[in-house]
Structure formats: C-alpha cells, structure tokens
C-alpha cells in the first residue's frame, strides 16, 4: 500500500508541475487536477490499472489514491498561505462588534484551528477555493475601497442597512473573515446533503440557522455577526432579504474568483475579465442568489477601472 501510496503522489506530482498552473492558487490547482482526473477518466483507467501504477485497481481506487494524494501534496502549499493569510489580517473588528469578545488574537487562533480542521472535507475545499483566491489576488482591497469612495448602494447596506459602525479597514476583515469561514456550511454531518440543492452551492436559509448553531462550539470565541454572516454568504439573497451585506459582497467575490486566472487578458475590443465576468452573473443572479443591485454596482465599478 506504501508503494501505491508512493506512486499516487509521484503521479499528482508531475501534474502539478505543470507551469500552466503556476500563477494559481493551491486550491484552484487542486480543482484544475480533479476536473482533468475526471474528463480523462476513460483515457487514465487502463493506464492507472497496470503494474506500474495500481496493478488491477479499478477506476474509482485509483482516483481516491489520487486524491488523496492530491490533497496531501497541495497541503504542502494550502497550510503556509492560509497562515500567511491569518497572520497579516487584523481582527480590530471583533472588539468593534463585541467589546466583551475574546481578543483578536485567540480568535484569530480558533479560527486557524478550525480552518485545518474543516478543510480535511473535499466538499470544504471546493467551497474555499473562490474565497482563498479572492483574498490571495486582493479583490476585497479592490472593490471595497470603490465601495467606499463611491458611497453608493454597497456602502449604504453595510453601513445604514447591516449597521456595522466600522471603517473601511475593518469592513474588508470582516469581509476577509467572513470569506474564509465560508467553509462552515460544510462543517456538519449533513452538509453535503445541505450544498447539494443545485450546483449554485447555495443553501437554505434554515439550514444556515442549523450551520450556525452548530458552528457556535467550534468558534465559540468569534462574533455571532462573524458566524451569521459566513454562513449567509452561501444563502440566496432572493430567499431571504435580510442576508447581511458583508455574506452577499463575500459570495460575489467569491464565485467570481473560483476560476479567475491573473494572467488572463482580454482580446482587443472586448470586455476585461471582471466586466464580461459580471454582466454574466447579472444575467444568472437568481441561479446563484446574488443581488443584483449589488452586481451592477461591481459592475460600473470594474467598467470605469477597466478590470
């Protein structure tokens, strides 16, 4: 079993040396090698099955040696960027939104404690792969300090609306937060039955009350507006209206960077890749349960940077 185990990751190896999928982030690596381990299924089988490989394995042995190979190798790399992560956000706000909360500092550490222990989950690893991408390439920088200088629809529902008595340093945290926890709808027994509505990943709201509840123990010194609004952000706006602002930034960035490649450009005479990326999710906004409002307001703002 050492040598097959051996071999998976010899094999998961090469694969990720490809240079095509250098500029990516781990998780979207991963997801780039699961995608091709299934399209290339029929091709791999007899190939994976002989001696040099898994001798008689069948397709679906092999593919969880594979896997789990997978997820050992770009652990390798996950772990470190998520500490670099948590180690340069600032949890200023916790105190902000609860005076009698625990420090920033433990609750930065509950939450790392829980983040390596969630993403042992494939499902959690899917969901965290827009949110680590759109903290890694600075999104929630980009379009919240817009939102900011713009003081238009985005603004008013996180100040007037959601009522955060923030800054704007402290709103993107929260935003930042408020992504990587989005894995805690995953957390519980029944969680795949929870994300399997339809490919959108969105949940019901009564489920998210149930993630909450359940959430509570394992990040126990996290604001309750931290929990409510990670696991919100996997909620249809067109479900419940009251979804705070900060899930609904977080769950438009997040689809939005699931798959965005930083070296992408636009050809001469079309859209730049946030603009086409947008008027897209206008069009879908009900299927994945944005706000459309929202989405205009990400739109004129990637219009006028040409982003």
Not at 174 to 183: D, N, R, S, Y
Not at 198 to 216: D, K, L, T
Not at 235 to 250: D, G, L, M
Not at 265 to 294: E, I, Q, T
Request: proline share 4%; net charge positive.
């Amino acid at each position: 079993m050492a040598k097959e185990h051996d071999r998976a990751r010899m094999f998961v190896s090469r694969l990720l040396a490809n240079p095509a999928l250098g500029p990516l982030t781990p998780l979207q690596r991963e997801e780039q090698i699961i995608q091709f381990l299934h399209v290339n299924a029929a091709a791999l089988a007899p190939t994976l099955s002989t001696p040099g490989f898994f001798p008689g394995a069948s397709w679906s042995q092999s593919l969880s040696l594979l896997l789990a190979a997978l997820v050992e190798e770009v652990d390798v790399a996950l772990m470190p960027r998520l500490d670099e992560i948590l180690d340069r956000m600032q949890f200023g706000f916790v105190a902000l939104l609860r005076p009698q909360a625990a420090g920033g500092e433990r609750v930065r550490s509950q939450i790392r404690e829980y983040l390596r222990a969630v993403l042992r989950r494939m499902d959690a690893r899917r969901v965290m792969t827009g949110p680590l991408a759109a903290i890694s390439y600075g999104f929630v920088d980009r379009y919240c300090d817009q939102m900011w200088a713009r003081k238009g629809y985005s603004h008013f529902e996180l100040t007037k609306v959601q009522r955060l008595r923030l800054g704007r340093d402290e709103v993107k945290a929260m935003i930042e937060a408020t992504l990587l926890l989005k894995p805690i709808v995953c957390s519980g027994s029944s969680a795949t039955a929870g994300l399997a509505e339809h490919a959108s990943g969105v949940v019901q709201a009564q489920y998210a009350e149930r993630v909450v509840a359940a959430a509570r123990e394992a990040l126990s010194l996290a604001p309750d507006e931290l929990i409510r609004s990670a696991a919100n952000a996997s909620v249809s706006f067109q479900e419940n209206r009251y979804i705070e602002a900060t899930a609904r930034i977080a769950a438009i960035l997040s689809w939005r960077c699931r798959s965005y490649q930083p070296n992408m450009r636009a050809d001469r005479g079309a859209d730049s890749p946030d603009k086409s990326w947008l008027s897209v999710a206008r069009r879908n906004h009900r299927f994945y349960g944005f706000d459309v409002k929202m989405i205009d307001e990400l739109y004129s703002i990637a219009a006028e940077n040409g982003w």
